[in-house]
């Protein structure tokens, strides 16, 4: 399984970039993804995750800003970023757990060791 996550860059506060995560060896239709973001000198945490029965998660700071949505067809995920803040800036990574269905609950999807494979980080960057 091989995720590769892409569409960051450089954007103003208040403007919007969506990231793809696509996947070769894994049918997203029937896995949870998730996408962490990780800042300069902080752990790589959580931000939001779409379970394989079609439930999606966010952290509180993003609610309302950030959507994550999943296509079947082209086997990708997308987090729609709008009304992006300084504070968004990361490197962001989209992650999917070992096992396809399996987890879906929100707990398990802000851990880290829910997931078994990584995509390499795109970078976000937020000027204000």
């Known amino acids: 399984v091989q995720l590769q996550a892409s569409g960051g860059g450089l954007v103003q506060a208040g403007g919007s970039l969506r990231l793809t995560c696509a996947a070769t060896g894994r049918t997203f239709s029937s896995s949870t993804v998730s996408w962490f973001r990780q800042a300069p000198g902080k752990e790589r945490t959580f931000v939001a995750g779409i379970s394989w029965n079609g439930h999606n998660y966010y952290i509180a700071s993003v609610t309302g800003r950030f959507t994550i949505s999943r296509d079947n067809h082209l086997n990708a995920v997308y987090l729609e970023m709008d009304n992006l803040k300084p504070e968004d800036t990361a490197v962001y990574y989209c992650?999917?757990?070992?096992?396809?269905?399996?987890?879906?609950?929100?707990?398990?999807?802000?851990?880290?060791?829910?997931?078994?494979?990584w995509g390499r980080g795109t970078l976000v960057t937020v000027s204000s």
């Open positions: 992650a999917t757990p070992a096992s396809i269905f399996g987890v879906s609950d929100e707990n398990s999807l802000r851990k880290l060791l829910t997931y078994g494979y």
